[in-house]
């Protein structure tokens, strides 16, 4: 498959701030309006529907014992095991009031440990939570049930992932970013080729289904040689899937990338190029394009669930388990439940002081109008399946789809004229250019983008 391509012009045009769309609405639009007896309802009210969703569970463990200057996710910078402790007494508490309010009949069908980095908790306290969630939920025994971990491999040993498989754990996720030296000097992660390699070996002799390796374009001091370098390193590893991300520099916001110097930051072309590089040369390499920022082995499950159309985008990326809520656990975590998003307190002494007194920690959230839904479903198809299912849509809301979003489809127009989507009767499709700025084409069918630019939340460039 050859590189699709933007021309300067398209790129300075498009490449302006928009969201990733691992929800819609975004979480900047949840609310404090919405708190503990709202996510009751929900989840009382989903345990009601005629055929209950499944469930995927997420558990945020926030600590790092060493800081990513790159990193926009909620953690802890500590070397302390104690607060490991700590936390597992709150995570247990957490637990103990919310798993009694889903029904028994609801299979579980995916567990994720994210962070922060979640084997800053060694083995047997992994090993722990997974055996008290299965304790408190009902395990899918599916061959297809995930139970899956992001790992750091500068703090993990071969011996730690056996102990880990024997836990249950299934798929792990293991954060590279770049192997140029260089560059792992400016963001304060030095990792070997043969740390990280160790590490995937011993997934595979562990009996791990599958292995992704994360990667990030757009840090500062890449260069398309480096970068082709890291791409050749991480294709002879050879991982199931690869996840490859745009660096989003938001200094304003996350404070460790103030560390970073941004006259190192690649330009947008730079930043462009990098990311055809990475498509053309991993496409080459076998692995099939799933879309935006994902790729996989054609016989992986997430590209042959693209392929039936049972892909699915949420909090944690792209997933398999399109019919299932979420039910995120520990401080920060996002749960959606039926039509309503639910987060937990940000920081931990408001989620501890929130289970010590036996409420449920929920900082904000939203329920979204039939609008919301509507709008959530045709950006999940196109951020998923590259395309809008018109008459499937028109079908699900009862409404006529050209009328109904006229606005849109103004502002879809001049992305039709510069070859970024084909618009048919019935169907609205994503091309191969296309493709590198789906967000731009979402953002068409944003309702919440429309409002005044002061009110709008800060997102990163769509490039």
Same mark, same amino acid.
């Given at each position: 498959?050859?590189?699709?391509?933007?021309?300067?012009?398209?790129?300075? /045009?498009?490449?302006?701030? =928009?969201? %990733?769309?691992?929800?819609?609405?975004? $979480?900047?639009?949840?609310?404090?309006?919405? =708190?503990?007896?709202?996510? /009751?309802?929900?989840? $009382?009210?989903?345990?009601?529907?005629?055929?209950?969703?499944?469930?995927?569970?997420?558990?945020?463990?926030?600590?790092?014992?060493?800081?990513?200057?790159?990193?926009?996710?909620?953690?802890?910078?500590?070397?302390?095991?104690?607060?490991?402790?700590?936390?597992?007494?709150?995570?247990?508490?957490?637990? &103990?009031?919310?798993?009694?309010?889903?029904?028994?009949?609801?299979?579980?069908?995916?567990?994720?440990?994210? &962070?922060?980095?979640?084997?800053?908790?060694?083995?047997?306290?992994?090993?722990?939570?997974?055996?008290?969630?299965?304790?408190?939920?009902?395990?899918?025994?599916?061959?297809?049930?995930?139970? +899956?971990?992001?790992?750091?491999?500068?703090?993990?040993?071969?011996?730690?992932?056996?102990?880990?498989?024997?836990?249950?754990?299934? #798929?792990?996720?293991?954060?590279?970013?770049?192997?140029?030296? $260089?560059?792992?000097?400016?963001?304060?992660?030095?990792?070997?080729?043969?740390?990280?390699?160790?590490?995937?070996?011993?997934?595979?002799?562990?009996?791990?289904?599958?292995?992704?390796?994360?990667?990030?374009?757009?840090?500062?001091?890449?260069? *398309?040689?480096?970068?082709?370098?890291?791409?050749?390193?991480?294709?002879?590893?050879?991982?199931? %899937?690869?996840?490859?991300?745009?660096?989003?520099?938001?200094?304003?916001?996350?404070?460790?990338?103030?560390?970073?110097?941004?006259?190192?930051?690649?330009?947008?072309?730079? #930043?462009?190029?990098?990311?055809?590089?990475?498509? #053309?040369?991993?496409?080459?390499?076998?692995?099939?394009?799933?879309?935006?920022?994902? @790729?996989?082995?054609?016989?992986?499950?997430?590209?042959?669930?693209?392929?039936?159309?049972? *892909?699915?985008?949420?909090?944690? =990326?792209?997933?398999?388990?399109?019919?299932?809520?979420?039910?995120?656990?520990?401080?920060?975590?996002? +749960?959606?439940? &039926?039509?309503?998003?639910?987060?937990?307190?940000?920081?931990?002494?408001?989620?501890?002081?929130?289970?010590?007194?036996?409420?449920?920690?929920?900082? /904000?959230?939203?329920?979204?109008?039939?609008?919301?839904? *509507? %709008?959530?479903? *045709?950006?999940?198809?196109?951020?998923?399946? =590259?395309?809008?299912?018109?008459?499937?849509?028109?079908? %699900?809301?009862?409404?006529?789809?050209?009328?109904?979003?006229?606005?849109?489809? $103004?502002?879809?127009?001049?992305?039709?004229?510069?070859?970024?989507?084909?618009?048919?009767?019935?169907?609205?499709?994503?091309?191969?250019?296309?493709?590198?700025?789906?967000?731009?084409?979402?953002?068409?069918?944003?309702?919440?983008?429309?409002?005044?630019?002061?009110?709008?939340?800060? @997102?990163?460039?769509?490039?």
């Amino acid at each position: 498959m050859a590189s699709p391509l933007l021309s300067a012009d398209l790129l300075q /045009r498009y490449d302006r701030p =928009g969201p %990733r769309y691992t929800s819609y609405p975004t $979480a900047p639009r949840f609310h404090d309006g919405f =708190g503990e007896s709202q996510l /009751r309802e929900a989840i $009382a009210a989903s345990n009601g529907d005629p055929i209950p969703q499944r469930l995927s569970l997420y558990v945020h463990v926030p600590f790092c014992s060493s800081p990513c200057f790159y990193c926009g996710c909620n953690r802890v910078i500590t070397r302390d095991p104690a607060r490991g402790d700590q936390y597992l007494d709150t995570l247990r508490r957490e637990i &103990g009031l919310v798993a009694p309010l889903f029904d028994l009949d609801r299979e579980v069908v995916q567990l994720h440990f994210g &962070g922060g980095t979640p084997n800053f908790l060694c083995p047997a306290q992994l090993h722990e939570v997974v055996s008290l969630l299965r304790r408190s939920f009902n395990f899918s025994k599916a061959r297809d049930r995930d139970i +899956s971990i992001e790992l750091d491999p500068r703090f993990v040993s071969p011996a730690q992932i056996g102990e880990l498989a024997a836990a249950g754990f299934n #798929r792990a996720s293991l954060g590279v970013q770049d192997f140029d030296p $260089a560059v792992q000097a400016a963001v304060n992660r030095i990792q070997s080729v043969e740390q990280t390699r160790a590490v995937v070996d011993a997934c595979r002799a562990s009996g791990l289904r599958s292995v992704n390796i994360d990667l990030i374009y757009g840090l500062p001091l890449q260069t *398309l040689e480096g970068f082709d370098r890291t791409l050749d390193q991480v294709i002879a590893i050879r991982p199931d %899937r690869l996840a490859v991300y745009g660096y989003a520099h938001l200094p304003a916001l996350f404070k460790p990338q103030r560390q970073i110097d941004a006259s190192q930051l690649p330009d947008a072309e730079t #930043r462009l190029a990098l990311l055809q590089l990475s498509i #053309r040369r991993l496409t080459a390499g076998g692995y099939v394009y799933i879309g935006m920022d994902h @790729f996989a082995l054609p016989d992986d499950e997430l590209a042959q669930a693209q392929a039936r159309g049972g *892909l699915h985008r949420n909090f944690m =990326g792209y997933t398999t388990h399109a019919d299932s809520d979420l039910v995120g656990f520990g401080v920060s975590a996002i +749960s959606r439940i &039926g039509d309503r998003y639910s987060q937990n307190h940000r920081d931990l002494m408001s989620w501890q002081a929130a289970l010590g007194s036996g409420r449920l920690p929920v900082f /904000r959230g939203l329920r979204l109008s039939e609008d919301d839904q *509507l %709008r959530s479903d *045709l950006i999940q198809s196109l951020m998923c399946q =590259g395309e809008i299912p018109v008459p499937a849509l028109e079908r %699900r809301y009862g409404i006529d789809f050209d009328r109904y979003f006229a606005d849109a489809l $103004a502002r879809l127009r001049p992305l039709r004229e510069d070859g970024l989507v084909d618009i048919e009767p019935g169907r609205i499709r994503v091309t191969a250019a296309g493709r590198l700025l789906v967000r731009n084409v979402a953002m068409c069918f944003d309702r919440y983008l429309q409002e005044p630019e002061a009110g709008r939340p800060r @997102f990163a460039g769509t490039v």
